[in-house]
């Protein structure tokens, strides 16, 4: 069993992908109210579907990452059953918070050695320079 993570900088870093995380779901949320209101409205177009595959943001833990991950709806859903999954581009894990438990072509899913907090609001406040 790896440490949890003690350092406020490794904190930090799980706490990052949370934030992640977050925007994912709000993004699948707004994804499904644009589609409901365009097909309300007839103007979705036939050749759209989502179930295809979307571009997610990556939940690394560099806050500083804008790199996306396309899959599905459906995986992303199946990876977030577990909480402390996260799903990442390979090699953007971080051996000291996490250990990696699947991988794909197109990504890495992990989970982390200790459970951060999940919901962006019980997030503990760092200085900026991440120490």
Not at 62 to 90: G, Q, T, W
Not at 94 to 113: G, Q, T
Not at 116 to 122: A, C, S
Request: proline share 7%; glycine share 2%; with cysteine.
């Amino acid at each position: 069993m790896k440490r949890a993570a003690e350092t406020p900088s490794e904190r930090r870093m799980a706490e990052n992908q949370v934030v992640f995380r977050t925007f994912n779901q709000n993004f699948l949320k707004w994804q499904e109210q644009f589609k409901q209101v365009a097909a309300s409205e007839g103007e979705l177009p036939k050749e759209f579907n989502a179930d295809l595959g979307l571009n997610f943001s990556c939940e690394c833990s560099d806050e500083n990452c804008r790199l996306r991950i396309f899959l599905s709806p459906k995986d992303y859903n199946k990876i977030h059953r577990d909480p402390n999954a996260f799903a990442i581009i390979c090699g953007h894990e971080v051996d000291s918070i996490e250990d990696v438990i699947a991988k794909e072509p197109e990504y890495c899913v992990v989970r982390k050695h200790i459970m951060p907090p999940q919901n962006v609001k019980e997030l503990n406040p760092t200085p900026a320079n991440n120490v």
